[in-house]
């Protein structure tokens, strides 16, 4: 119903100013984003020395405001996860109103159809039988011709009921596009929410493994959920204006909505329920009333007079009395049905849906795509600087002494190489030992292990001093067994593996 203008304005919002509020949005994302391009150009171009001392303060800088973005980004989740329950409330409840109304305005147009082929179809056959069986007596005749016309009155009376077919097509027409409509647009922010904290997960995991490809695919996921957030900004920005320019003046939308489908006191008459204004159909149920009355009257009199007298007449009186009966049922399930307190609510619970929760679930939306897009502009802001900084960390460690124990890159080179001091001080060991061995006699012998154990130990390692040297160092103190003769041997395989290691080795 919504959308059967008609080419009628009062009362409505008007499309340009949701396609200003469309407009505002893209301004404002191509400023976002044009501020995000100067500055990442103005921070390339601009290289600034940095002392040592004030790289840890730029680190601890980029790590504050990532941890405050993302913290921006869950709380803004948060909301949005608020705000898009609430819409759904809103929609479903909305639903839930036109269901009830179209169920009423469809029950009435049942009844009044049904009643009318009662009148015009069923009692006529039945007249038309008893006019045969009581044709002897014209006082009776005269009676069903009364029934007669008073049931022809009962149907003209019930044609000047309106018809709610088309404004029952319209609601179940508006209905089901309501609920299509929300279903997409629950799915699509569910879908965005979880966009949104997975982004989140990637800038995290790329500043805390300093990985460059996790924070290129942060950066461009950024800029995709950065225009995304801006959209959803727009799009509920103008459904918002909509329906609060909507719930202003609801019943003056309503009204020029319906003016081509129903009379205005019937409009007023359901939109404002007044107990101070008659019912427009009083007048026509008060006749069906009187006019069902009379005829019941009319069939109890031929079933007490005319039933003794002519047997063969029970079958259509009492079929006459049981469908004015079920007429009487119907007149009463109809008034009901057009009191104005039923559809009235429905219409209230419509409004509270589509005003309250509705309008309250949009806005928290569009506080969520403002956080959004606020936190991951500051996310891509801070990211160029934490690569910087990854960058200069790698110059650092590159820049160390390669004997700096603190320095990753010299412990992986000594894991496969051997110190040159601890060859130096093996040597000058072996020198110091061969000069002491010339001023003292030679030293008893303090174990009893054999030359040759030693010696074959020397000959297992094959010459290669990296495994050569090992038991010597820590010992603190000469072989077991010392003698000239195995000194000048030992001193001998030093020197020949101290000239390969220089061999292989350079300085």
Sequence with gaps: MLWRLRGRREGLPDRRSLLFLGLVAAVCLGLNLLFLTVYLICLCCCKRDAEPESKRPSSSCVTWTAVVAGLMCCAAVGIGFYGNSETNDGAYQLLYALDNANHTLTGIDSLVAGTTLQMRAGLEQHLARLNEILAARGDYVQSLKFVQQTAGTVVLQL????????????????????????????????????????????????????????????????????????????????????????????????????????????????????????????????????????????????????????????????????????????????????????????YLDALLGICYDGLEGLLYLMLFSLLVATSFSTIICATPRAWKHFASRDRDYDDMDEEDPFNPQARRIAAHNPARGQLRSFCSYSSSLGSQSSLHPPAQTISNAPVSEYMNQAVLFGGNPRYENVPLIGRGSPPPTYSPSMRATYLSVTDEHVRHYNTEFPA
């Excluded at 007449?313 to 399930?333: F, I, Y």
């Design 159 to 346: 044609a000047g009921l309106p018809v709610w077919r088309d404004v029952s097509a319209d609601l179940t027409a508006l209905a089901g596009r309501v609920g299509y409509v929300e279903y997409y647009r629950w799915l699509a922010y569910l879908l965005f929410f979880i966009l949104v904290l997975t982004i989140c997960l990637l800038a995290c995991l790329g500043l805390a493994k300093r990985s460059r490809c996790l924070l290129t695919a942060m950066l461009s996921c950024g800029l995709l959920t950065l225009i995304l957030s801006w959209a959803s900004l727009a799009v509920d920005a103008a459904a918002a204006v909509g329906t609060s320019d909507f719930c202003v003046a609801p019943d003056k939308f309503v009204m020029n909505l319906t003016e081509s489908d129903l009379s205005t006191e019937v409009v007023r008459y359901y939109l404002y329920c007044d107990q101070g204004l008659s019912s427009p159909f009083q007048q026509v149920l008060t006749v069906f009333q009187r006019s069902l009355t009379t005829m019941q009257i009319q069939i109890q009199g031929l079933v007490q007079f005319a039933l003794p007298l002519f047997p063969t007449a029970e079958k259509d009186l009492l079929g006459v009395q049981q469908l004015l009966n079920t007429s009487e049922t119907s007149l009463h399930q109809l008034t009901a049905m057009l009191d104005c307190r039923g559809l009235h609510k429905d």
